[in-house]
């Protein structure tokens, strides 16, 4: 798209400031569009006289709603469009007033207000869409949760207090010999411990929570709380540590137990290593197992937890990848940003 030689600077201004607007394809046309549309608007506000700066009908127009939506989509947070339209108003002033011929003291007011308007009006529809956009992922990913919790009751923590259970059932009414009964009641035990284990994990993995420490103590602190009696689990942390604001740090922690709870599922028998690489704008954290892998392309969405892990990546807007074939392992790599939005 042609960008008009008096809005180039105004947008290679925006660009140096938000790059993620600027480097994606789909948002760098979307700024453009909506840059534009937005000096339209102001200067038919200018045309037709308008005396106030902004007035409520429209603000939740329909286009303006698939805008804050398109953001969400792209993980673009409000504040981000909110910096950008304060650089298009200081920027483009000069221009508008020169654009309208605007002279006088009221002309000019009267230009500051259309561009003001013109402007401000995108922002409490990109907010909604924005805010309803995280509702409903947030939504999807708890729900995806409950699902997946609720599976994990039914697939393991009922089927071996089942297993036990006949175990014990089979020993009263067979009435084996001395030594066999003793056989099948400590089986039965065994049984219902391994249930009663994995009962404390889900209520470990539900009540994750980073507190005061750093991602990588928290995870560890969790693994030794989960796996007490396995010493396949090795956590590695490279560069300078750092504080993640919570919001993000939580839901990181909850992607990487889930990951973590994958690998004791399938591959528990082999080793997992957690490396944790410090950078300056993010932290990228890899899990990778031994174990025996699977096809990443007939395996049904959500199955072994993508679908929640997937979906709260994109809450705290993280990069999610699970790479894996038949026979290799598994590995995940989750990269979170540290800013703040």
């Excluded at 750092?242 to 994958?262: C, F, H, S, Y």
């Excluded at 690998?263 to 528990?268: L, V």
Aim: proline share 5%; glycine share 6%.
């Amino acid at each position: 798209m042609q960008i008009p030689d008096r809005l180039a600077p105004v947008v290679a201004r925006i660009g140096a400031m938000t790059p993620e607007l600027r480097d994606d394809p789909v948002m760098a046309a979307s700024l453009l569009e909506n840059v534009t549309s937005m000096l339209t608007d102001a200067h038919r506000r200018y045309a037709e006289g308008l005396e106030h700066s902004l007035t409520s009908d429209g603000l939740l127009a329909d286009e303006h709603l698939a805008t804050g939506a398109l953001h969400a989509e792209h993980m673009q947070h409000p504040a981000g469009a909110m910096l950008a339209a304060e650089v298009l108003f200081d920027e483009y002033l000069p221009v508008f007033v020169d654009e309208v011929g605007a002279a006088t003291p009221d002309e000019l007011l009267r230009a500051s207000r259309a561009l003001h308007a013109g402007i401000w009006s995108r922002f409490p529809a990109g907010a909604v869409a924005y805010t309803e956009a995280l509702r409903q992922r947030v939504t999807t990913a708890n729900l995806d949760s409950r699902a997946h919790v609720a599976r994990d009751l039914h697939d393991r923590v009922a089927h071996g207090i089942l297993a036990g259970l006949q175990r014990i059932d089979l020993a009263l009414l067979t009435d084996p010999p001395a030594p066999e009964r003793t056989a099948q009641l400590e089986a039965a035990a065994a049984q219902l411990r391994r249930a009663l284990g994995d009962v404390q994990n889900l209520a470990v993995a539900l009540h994750a929570r980073v507190g005061d420490d750093l991602l990588d103590a928290a995870l560890a602190r969790h693994v030794r709380d989960l796996f007490p009696e396995s010493e396949l689990v090795t956590i590695d942390s490279h560069g300078t540590p750092d504080t993640l604001v919570n919001w993000r740090a939580e839901e990181a922690l909850t992607i990487l137990l889930e990951a973590l709870t994958n690998w004791w599922k399938h591959a528990h028998e082999t080793a997992v290593r957690v490396r944790f690489d410090w950078r300056d704008d993010a932290v990228q954290v890899t899990v990778a197992d031994e174990g025996p892998g699977f096809d990443t392309g007939a395996v049904a969405d959500g199955r072994l937890g993508q679908s929640t892990m997937r979906e709260r990546a994109a809450l705290i807007g993280a990069r999610l990848d699970v790479v894996s074939t038949p026979g290799t392992g598994t590995t995940v790599t989750l990269v979170v940003p540290k800013g703040a939005l």
